[in-house]
């Protein structure tokens, strides 16, 4: 019977440089196919965020024109379409 060293049994098995290179190759596939994408999500995610700010300056101009409208006129400011009076 053979006795094996104790260093042997009780140590890991280290990867080889073929292994290493082949998990290297694999993930730097998967990162070309995906940071093409992740761009592509970033532009269209840029392009959302400027529509919804231009939809909030929008919209506070459009307060800001119905509020003063009210203190100038005294009017329902749902009747009123017309432009402020500038003091």
Do not use: W, Y
Not at 24 to 32: I, Q
Request: hydrophobic share 45%.
């Amino acid at each position: 019977m053979k006795s094996r060293s104790p260093s042997r049994t009780t140590a890991c098995r280290a990867l080889t440089l073929l292994e290493v290179l082949v998990v290297v190759a694999t993930m730097a596939v998967l990162l070309a196919a995906v940071v093409p994408r992740l761009r592509a999500q970033h532009r269209i995610a840029s392009r959302i965020a400027c529509v919804s700010r231009l939809k909030n300056i929008g919209l506070t101009f459009r307060i800001l024109t119905l509020r003063t409208s009210q203190i100038h006129t005294k009017e329902d400011p749902s009747q009123s379409m017309t432009r402020p009076s500038i003091r």
